[in-house]
T-cell receptor, first 114, second 112 residues
Framework: DTAVSQTPKYLVTQMGNDKSIKCEQN?????MYWYKQDSKKFLKIMFS???????INETVPNRFSPKSPDKAHLNLHINSLELGDSAVYFC?????????????FGSGTRLTVV | RKEVEQDPGPFNVPEGATVAFNCTYS??????FFWYRQDCRKEPKLLMS???SGNEDGRFTAQLNRASQYISLLIRDSKLSDSATYLC?????????????FGKGTKLSVKP
């Protein structure tokens, strides 16, 4: 069983479109995250949710909207996609003690905006 | 100053070599420290946590110096399979609901 699963794995879409990426974890973790890894390989946090509540919302355009229907799911919806949104988006989860034991990452969604 | 700074890479070493990576962090309130490994086109995976007393896991040794805000990773007897990017990671905030701040990573290439 995959611990943190994201879909789709690859996403190619045109500028201006709206798309969603889904994430699910079966680890029983309380906290989930979205990270963005750009072309320079820099991994940066976007959002953090704890038990469906938004905890961290870094400086991210409001075209990006996370949604957590329950603590096992954290989806990312992106409106009006731009070329600069092309990146790999990683979902991750952690227990309340995640700061001691680290995060478990999904395998990533490679988004290409053309 | 960047929150987490790492050695510029890439490191190209022969099999069997010992290689050391260094990392500095800017937030003195950081409480937890990790090394992650990321293979090409894969997700980051936890390699090891880093404790103040220093800790070892097989061929890997991690050290933390809180006073200097410095973290290191030593890999002994490097293997071809150690080739990857190594990410230095620290917590961004104190408390139980902070987030992890990643360095840009140092690429290691182990050659036969």
């Amino acid at each position: 069983d995959t611990a943190v699963s994201q879909t789709p794995k690859y996403l190619v879409t045109q500028m201006g479109n709206d798309k969603s990426i889904k994430c699910e974890q079966n680890l029983g973790h309380d906290t989930m995250y979205w990270y963005k890894q750009d072309s320079k390989k820099f991994l940066k946090i976007m959002f953090s949710y704890n038990n469906k509540e938004l905890i961290i919302n870094e400086t991210v355009p409001n075209r990006f909207s996370p949604k957590s229907p329950d603590k096992a799911h954290l989806n990312l919806h992106i409106n009006s996609l731009e070329l600069g949104d092309s990146a790999v988006y990683f979902c991750a989860s952690s227990s309340r003690d995640g700061l001691d034991y680290g995060y478990t990452f999904g395998s990533g969604t490679r988004l290409t905006v053309v | 100053r960047k929150e987490v700074e790492q050695d510029p890479g890439p490191f190209n070493v022969p099999e069997g070599a010992t290689v050391a990576f260094n990392c500095t962090y800017s937030n003195s309130a950081s409480q937890s420290f990790f090394w992650y490994r990321q293979d090409c086109r894969k997700e980051p995976k936890l390699l090891m946590s880093v404790y103040s007393s220093g800790n070892e896991d097989g061929r890997f040794t991690a050290q933390l110096n809180r006073a200097s805000q410095y973290i290191s990773l030593l890999i002994r007897d490097s293997k071809l399979s150690d080739s990857a990017t190594y990410l230095c990671v620290v917590t961004g905030y104190g408390g139980s609901q902070g987030n992890l701040i990643f360095g840009k990573g140092t690429k290691l290439s182990v050659k036969p």
